[in-house]
């Protein structure tokens, strides 16, 4: 009994130390400008959306009292990190899937030395690659481009996706693919419909993870990209006004970059929570 109480103050513990900051940023967007700097801070508040309005250009007279000039950016830069995470995420998913099956069913020359290449491109941090990539895209004609940054994140991505659906895929009986070709259907049509329903959680948890890299990235969205296809992390740390930086509507900006992952993951828990533990047991 003592020891249910104990585990239960801890894992409350947690949630508060976990939730705090989450909590924070949330009142923050909500929060009038004087209650942000209030000393101690403010726990009960009156709020206001005024943040949220001037995030997306709905009032914009509003703006001018936190010494905001002109329009805010954040719109279309949310617009392109929907776009450039999404595709990169379904780019990475798919082809690390059929890369993945195929190091699961067939024999492959150097399997291992392949595999440890393919993980290896996750091994050095983005920054080391940073001044390669800037070269190669400029000469590419890739800089500000909504392409270059979807096969720059999908490349990330792909050794993760492989590595990860290949266990999934693995655990997948091969007698079921087997037995839909003994009844005439070809590989490619047994891997559609009967390795495919069979991983999608993997494919599921696989795309999480994925898309939360993708959406998160900041560095190379900051160096090779300007105008057109920035992305909303930059946008959202570069939020100022003329007195210094706008506390409010970074904490709006921050709010709203959250709910697609929230709610991509709450789309897909059925298979999340399946996605997470298969493989766990050896058969």
Same mark, same amino acid.
């Given at each position: 009994m003592v020891w249910r109480v104990a585990k239960g103050i801890l894992i409350t513990l947690a949630l508060v130390f976990f939730l705090l900051p989450i909590y924070w940023i949330v009142a923050t967007s909500f929060k009038q400008w004087p209650d942000i700097f209030a000393i101690p801070p403010k726990f009960v508040f009156r709020g206001t959306l005024v943040h949220y309005l001037t995030l997306f250009n709905i009032r914009p007279e509003e703006a001018a009292k936190f010494g905001q000039v002109g329009k805010s950016l954040f719109p279309p830069r949310f617009l392109n990190s929907m776009i450039i995470a999404g595709a990169s995420t379904v780019l990475s998913v798919a082809l690390g899937t059929?890369?993945?099956y195929a190091f699961s069913r067939f024999r492959v020359r150097g399997e291992n030395d392949l595999l440890f290449f393919i993980l290896s491109t996750r091994m050095l941090?983005? *920054?080391v690659v940073g001044i390669p990539? @800037?070269?190669v895209y400029r000469a590419l004609g890739l800089i500000d481009t909504h392409i270059g940054l979807i096969l720059l994140y999908m490349t990330f991505n792909l050794s993760f996706a492989v590595w990860l659906m290949k266990g999934f *895929?693995?655990?997948?009986?091969?007698? @079921?693919?087997?037995?839909?070709m003994v009844d005439g259907y070809t590989r490619l049509e047994a891997f559609f419909k009967v390795i495919l329903p069979q991983a999608l959680s993997g494919i599921a948890a696989t795309a999480v993870f994925c898309l939360i890299a993708a959406w998160n990235e900041f560095f190379f969205a900051l160096i090779l990209t300007s105008e057109k296809a920035r992305?909303?992390?930059p946008s959202i740390a570069a939020i100022q006004g003329t007195s210094g930086i706008n506390w409010g509507q970074i904490a709006a900006g921050v709010t709203v970059f959250l709910l697609p992952v929230v709610v991509f993951t709450f789309l897909v828990r059925k298979y999340l929570a399946r996605g997470l533990t298969f493989g766990v047991i050896k058969r």
């Open positions: 059929f890369s993945a941090p983005p *920054i990539f @800037f070269v *895929i693995d655990e997948i009986p091969r007698e @079921f693919e087997e037995a839909a992305t909303a992390p």
